[in-house]
């Protein structure tokens, strides 16, 4: 039986402003362990204020976030960078790799803030970028590769702390298809090795291809559709049907 | 489950930064290097010139007075009676007396053929045989007067006038032409901190000055050592001693005063020199705040990666107030490191020893700190009060 990763219960969020926005309006979603998670919708959707939600990089004005059973409602800064550390992964359309560090460095930096000595970082960086394909560039610079190396160099960042959940936000946006579309298989792969991973997206050609697929329109969750057994590990029983304020 | 950076991680984090914009860390480091290294170089050439003087005192020594004619009722031009050394003598705490007279209307020179009015200030002075003892003198070359050399025509130059003369060694003999005679030159001095006056006399013996110059015997300047622990004492009594009838027409002094206000007056340039320093240290500190404002600016997607990675605002604020700190005293070292040197140069080649106070590293170090953190504690504080997804949003 797969445990619930990330659950979210009447999310709302309302950036203040004239007139005020309404971002996300209501949005229950619940995300299990070992799941692949396609969230796609136009630019204004909400996207990205559901992915910081989600990553308790922003909070929401009202409703309830849990990650990996933990309702982050009332947490502390501490205990927020605490969670994101050790629970969460994240990789950004634009890489943000820091220059002036070599690739494994920067893939280390990835646990970093879990106190980690450096030398275990680093053995553990090199492991990741073995597995995503990047085991022969440690050494290199951000700015000696190519776009798509690029991201390979964000993914195993993301993956070296083995976090509950991973969330990709437009992981191909930056990048050509024939890199986007490797990008898709390496996320496909290492969701099949049993890792959790959402993808935010507002491809629908990516989302189809995803068994769980999310679409957000206007702030609001306007289908929800797991396919059954199109995954390997766990089934989506779990998964709740959510559709806001309903 | 708790956020955590290591201290050694603090110091990585903190160096990457610098470490990717060499130039300008450089550069902002430099106005923080330029004010510690004048505060540190004034105070180390200030430092190693006092303690010059302070080596000349020590050797020199306090417990030197000088007893000489003042000005007479009516300001006519007073003398000390006969009995003056033999008195001062008497005096228990005075360990030696030796007395000096200008012998009035001599002259020396090179040559009989220089007209008398180039005399080029240099008296010519009749002197006890013990006044090398007294004023703790050497010869630079020679011998100093002695009761046989004293009832001849023999002189001892001060430092001065055989450099006046063209004299520097006494290799082969020499003669000078005093008062209207052939003197032999038997020895030149060592310059006398105590006694300038004397650098630039020509001494001859008492016997001497009597025969050959009709010098009548008078006492002008009378130099005296006592007890080091009762020099004021006897100060006080030195007046009366030299001249019971009229003890107000006597001078008495003590030379090591004003090579003592020497030393406090290099104080106060001092303290000038080091409030330019901190003008500059001043202007450094501001061009730091500078560079880590912009920095904060330009790496808002680092601050909101990290933020993502787990770091806490804390560790943020830390991040940015370490970098600070690491310029301003890697600025502070470079300051430290060439008023060092700066010091080190001025001093030797003046043939001072090189004192550079600990004071003055210690203090260097720790107000580039000081102003590291003053001008980091803002910037620090703007990027960790920005949101994680104001930082990730890209322009």
């Known amino acids: 039986m797969s445990r619930p990763v990330l659950e979210l219960q009447g999310v709302t969020k309302r950036y203040r402003g004239e007139p005020p926005v309404e971002a996300l309006r209501g949005v229950s979603l619940t995300i299990v362990e070992g799941e692949l998670v396609a969230i796609v919708g136009q630019s204004g959707s909400g996207k990205t204020t559901l992915v910081h939600v989600m990553g308790t990089l922003e909070r929401p004005t009202d409703g309830q976030v849990r990650v990996a059973g933990q309702d982050v409602f009332e947490m502390s800064d501490r205990e927020l960078s605490g969670l994101r550390a050790w629970r969460l992964g994240f990789v950004f359309q634009q890489f943000f790799l820091l220059d002036g560090l070599s690739v494994v460095e920067n893939v280390a930096n990835g646990l970093l803030y879990r106190g980690v000595n450096q030398a275990d970082r680093r053995r553990l960086a090199g492991r990741a970028l073995g597995r995503v394909g990047l085991g022969h560039r440690l050494s290199h610079q951000p700015n000696q590769l190519s776009g798509g190396e690029r991201q390979r160099v964000a993914i195993a960042r993301a993956v070296v702390g083995e976090p509950a959940v991973i969330l990709a936000d437009e992981p191909t946006g930056n990048l050509d298809s024939a890199s986007g579309a490797s990008i898709m298989d390496l996320l496909r792969d290492l969701n099949d090795e049993g890792r959790t991973i959402v993808i935010i997206t507002h491809n629908h050609e990516i989302a189809d291809s995803i068994s769980h697929n999310v679409e957000l329109r206007d702030g609001l969750i306007v289908r929800d559709a797991a396919v059954e057994g199109s995954f390997a590990s766990p089934s989506t029983a779990d998964t709740r049907w959510g559709v806001a304020g309903e | 489950m708790n956020s955590r950076l290591t201290f050694l991680d603090v110091f990585r984090v903190g160096g990457l930064g610098l470490r990717s914009r060499r130039l300008r860390a450089l550069l902002s480091a430099l106005g923080v290097s330029i004010g510690i290294a004048a505060i540190v170089g004034v105070l180390g050439i200030s430092a190693s010139s006092q303690a010059r003087l302070l080596a000349q005192l020590d050797a020199l020594g306090t417990n030197l007075l000088t007893v000489s004619p003042g000005q007479a009722l009516g300001g006519a031009q007073a003398y000390l009676p006969q009995t003056a050394p033999g008195?001062?003598?008497?005096?228990?705490?005075?360990?030696?007396?030796?007395?000096?007279?200008?012998?009035?209307?001599?002259?020396?020179?090179?040559?009989?053929?220089?007209?008398?009015?180039?005399?080029?200030?240099?008296?010519?002075?009749?002197?006890?045989?013990?006044?090398?003892?007294?004023?703790?003198?050497?010869?630079?070359?020679?011998?100093?007067?002695?009761?046989?050399?004293?009832?001849?025509?023999?002189?001892?130059?001060?430092?001065?006038?055989?450099?006046?003369?063209?004299?520097?060694?006494?290799?082969?003999?020499?003669?000078?032409?005093?008062?209207?005679?052939?003197?032999?030159?038997?020895?030149?001095?060592?310059?006398?901190?105590?006694?300038?006056?004397?650098?630039?006399?020509?001494?001859?013996?008492?016997?001497?000055?009597?025969?050959?110059?009709?010098?009548?015997?008078?006492?002008?300047?009378?130099?005296?050592?006592?007890?080091?622990?009762?020099?004021?004492?006897?100060?006080?009594?030195?007046?009366?001693?030299?001249?019971?009838?009229?003890?107000?027409?006597?001078?008495?002094?003590?030379?090591?005063?004003?090579?003592?206000?020497?030393?406090?007056?290099?104080?106060?340039?001092?303290?000038?020199?080091?409030?330019?320093?901190?003008?500059?240290?001043?202007?450094?500190?501001?061009?730091?705040?500078?560079?880590?404002?912009?920095?904060?600016?330009?790496?808002?997607?680092?601050?909101?990666?990290?933020?993502?990675?787990?770091?806490?605002?804390?560790?943020?604020?830390?991040?940015?107030?370490?970098?600070?700190?690491?310029?301003?005293?890697?600025?502070?070292?470079?300051?430290?490191?060439?008023?060092?040197?700066?010091?080190?140069?001025?001093?030797?080649?003046?043939?001072?020893?090189?004192?550079?106070?600990?004071?003055?590293?210690?203090?260097?170090?720790?107000?580039?700190?000081?102003?590291?953190?003053?001008?980091?504690?803002?910037?620090?504080?703007?990027?960790?009060?920005?949101?994680?997804?104001?930082?990730?949003?890209?322009?």
């Open chain 2, 87 to 395: 008195m001062i003598r008497r005096v228990g705490p005075v360990l030696t007396v030796s007395a000096t007279g200008t012998v009035p209307d001599a002259h020396v020179f090179r040559t009989d053929k220089i007209p008398d009015v180039q005399s080029g200030g240099i008296s010519v002075r009749a002197a006890d045989v013990t006044l090398l003892q007294t004023l703790n003198a050497t010869v630079q070359h020679g011998t100093f007067l002695n009761p046989v050399t004293a009832q001849y025509p023999a002189v001892v130059l001060g430092a001065s006038t055989a450099q006046y003369l063209g004299i520097t060694d006494l290799r082969h003999p020499i003669q000078v032409h005093l008062g209207g005679q052939w003197f032999t030159v038997i020895g030149i001095l060592q310059p006398m901190a105590l006694a300038p006056n004397l650098d630039r006399a020509a001494l001859v013996g008492y016997p001497a000055a009597h025969t050959y110059l009709h010098f009548d015997g008078e006492y002008t300047t009378i130099y005296l050592r006592t007890d080091p622990n009762q020099v004021t004492d006897v100060q006080a009594v030195l007046a009366r001693t030299a001249n019971p009838n009229h003890p107000e027409e006597v001078a008495v002094s003590r030379p090591s005063d004003v090579l003592a206000a020497r030393v406090a007056a290099q104080g106060a340039y001092t303290s000038l020199f080091i409030g330019l320093g901190a003008v500059a240290l001043l202007v450094g500190g501001v061009a730091i705040a500078n560079t880590m404002l912009t920095a904060v600016l330009e790496r808002r997607s680092e601050i909101g990666l990290r933020r993502a990675l787990g770091a806490t605002e804390a560790h943020v604020a830390l991040q940015f107030l370490t970098e600070s700190l690491l310029l301003s005293s890697l600025g502070g070292l470079a300051g430290v490191l060439l008023g060092s040197l700066a010091t080190s140069v001025y001093a030797l080649s003046n043939h001072w020893t090189v004192v550079v106070p600990l004071l003055a590293v210690w203090g260097g170090i720790a107000s580039a700190l000081l102003v590291g953190g003053v001008a980091g504690l803002y910037p620090a504080m703007r990027a960790a009060r920005l949101t994680p997804t104001d930082a990730l949003r890209t322009v």
